[in-house]
């Protein structure tokens, strides 16, 4: 199913590129709008919506519905991958025995260092 989809996007996605090029652009008509003939064109009176416009909105809509499908299926576990046999999933082997933590060494303590002061006092005279 996935792989129909997938081309049924790819289908739809150059169709959709197809049908936009072939469409003239807006800012043809606004070149000639700015003469006296056309200026009520710019700030309403959009016409009616031409076949190529209506064909680019359903083509839009199936892109979107295909992207989001194959977003949703992609999400989902895979059945075919991960299974083995008999449909149920292949045994995990469990990680190899830790060694035992060992304890902790703490280092020895140390004797506070005495400062280099005479032991008599030195008088001066």
Known sequence: MTIALTI???IVSLF???VVLLQSGKGAEMGASFGS?????VFGAGGRTS???KLTTSAAVIFMLTSLTLAYVS???SSSSMMSGK???APVQAPAAA???QKAVTPAPVAPATPAV???PVQKK
């Open 99 to 101: 060694p035992a933590p």
């Open 51 to 53: 076949f190529l416009s």
């Open 8 to 10: 049924l996007h790819v």
């Open 118 to 120: 005479p032991a008599t």
């Open 16 to 18: 959709l590129i197809g």
């Open 87 to 89: 449909g149920k999933a």
């Open 75 to 77: 999400g989902q576990p």
């Open 37 to 41: 003939s056309g200026s009520q064109s």
